[in-house]
């Protein structure tokens, strides 16, 4: 067996992108050093530009050490909003965080008067994407007048990032809901319109009230292909356990893991209802990302707490439906990728293992990888067609990203085979 261990150039979200960052005049820049951080963390380049107003709340020199670049604080004879943001500009993008209702307004009325307002009309004139991540007491969120500035520039093709509301302001978002925004208006988008099922996470079997049968899988590398898939371009239905991601920082997890920024969730406990909820959603999907470590056995549950301290213990346990057959059987024409997991098998026993399944449930690629990465935040796999087979090796967010790009190439042969059919 030979192995071809080219790459795809794309791993970090971000990688290559120039992002121009304006910073306004609300209490929520002092977050923008760590946004920053983030952009960073993700591949970008990033240059930062500022008003006046955000100058009284974090200091150029904290933004300069940020970026790593020096920060724009006015607009001189170097016109620096068309170095930036002109047709011919460093920027594939400009993120206005945070983006104050005073900023909104002025950007809605075309009014130039701080870098920040002059750096987003020359983008807006010069078709460079614009992020805007809002934040302001809650009251200000709500007036008529901001609410209709946010309307008009929605329809010009101004992106917005929601805040959070809590404690009656809106918030600025998370810096991971933040970036994910970016990285889906700045990069290619070939999943755009495909709505993609992706299954996560490790199911459990409930014993009793108190103890269930699991496993250590922790959905990492599920996340990290429906956050991919979101990015580009896909509409991205994630089925796991939500408890998984509760608190979860880097995922932009709420404090229940119940929303993320990058998917509709769909929350479920056991194989049961994993395979029940994946039936329904499937029925007007494009795609099926089977990567959850689904539970293969189940067991009757005790109404009661199974008492400690007994001698001994016996468990019934009844095999689980496959959840990749059920798939299949509800759409039989679906596009699905698998994952396989195995345990101290050489390159060629997990292979072998990835083809039969690959062949029973015609899939379109498996990705196969060794128990010893659950739960990791590094991954090494195997992408097993029936006639090659491709590693990675990495950061779980990157194999997501080759995931997705597996999937967008094939759902784009499917497209050019059935035009070609016509």
């Known amino acids: ?27 929520a820049a002092v977050k923008t050093v760590e946004l920053a951080h983030e952009l960073r963390r993700q591949g970008a380049d990033v240059r930062a530009v500022t008003t006046e107003s955000a100058r009284g709340i974090v200091h150029p020199w904290a933004l300069e050490f940020a970026t790593g670049n020096p920060v724009v604080t006015e607009i001189t004879g170097r016109v620096e909003h068309v ?81 959070r509301i809590e404690e009656g302001k809106a918030k600025i978002a998370t810096g991971e809901a933040i970036a994910l925004a970016v990285a889906r208006h700045a990069t290619p988008s070939p999943l755009a319109g495909r709505r993609v099922v992706v299954t996560s996470g490790p199911t459990a079997e409930a014993i009793d009230p108190v103890r269930v049968l699991t496993n250590r899988a922790s959905g990492r590398t599920g996340r990290a292909v429906a956050r991919a898939c979101r990015v580009r371009g896909a509409e991205v239905t994630l089925v796991h356990d939500p408890t998984s991601v509760r608190g979860s920082a880097t995922d ?22 994993m395979l029940a909820a994946v039936e329904e959603v499937v029925q007007d999907a494009d795609a099926l990302v089977s990567a959850a470590a689904v539970g293969d056995y189940t067991t009757a549950t005790s ?9 001994g213990l016996t468990i019934e346990l009844e095999p689980t439906p496959k959840l990749i057959d059920a798939a299949r059987e509800a759409r039989p024409d679906l596009p699905i990728v698998g ?29 196969a990888n060794d ?50 059919g016509e």
């Open 339 to 367: 994952f396989k997991t195995e345990t101290g098998s050489d390159d060629e026993a997990m292979v072998a293992a990835a083809r039969e399944t690959l062949r029973r449930v015609g899939l379109s690629f498996v990705v």
């Open 1 to 27: 067996m030979r192995l071809n261990r080219s790459e795809p150039k794309r791993r970090a979200m971000l990688q290559g992108v120039n992002v121009a960052l304006g910073v306004t005049g609300s209490i």
């Open 83 to 163: 170095e930036l943001c002109g047709r011919e500009g460093w920027a594939d993008l400009f993120l206005i965080a945070p983006a104050t209702a005073n900023t909104v307004g002025k950007i809605a009325a075309a009014i130039d008067d701080t870098p920040v307002t002059t750096t987003a009309t020359t983008a807006l004139g010069a078709d460079v994407p614009v992020v805007l991540a809002p934040a302001m007491h809650e009251p200000m969120y709500d007036h008529p007048g901001v609410l209709s500035a946010i309307e008009r520039v929605r329809e010009w093709g101004v992106a917005f990032v929601d805040p």
């Open 252 to 273: 932009g997890a709420s404090p229940d893991g119940a929303d993320l920024p990058y998917a509709t969730v769909e929350a479920v406990e056991s194989a049961a209802e």
């Open 303 to 311: 109404a009661e707490k199974v008492r400690s301290g007994r001698e």
């Open 371 to 420: 128990a010893s990465v659950m739960g990791a935040a590094e991954t090494r796999a195997l992408f097993v067609r029936e006639d090659s087979v491709e590693e990675y090796e990495g950061e779980k967010a990157g194999l997501g990203m080759c995931v997705a790009a597996e999937l967008a190439a094939e759902l784009g042969r499917r497209d050019d085979g059935s035009r070609a």
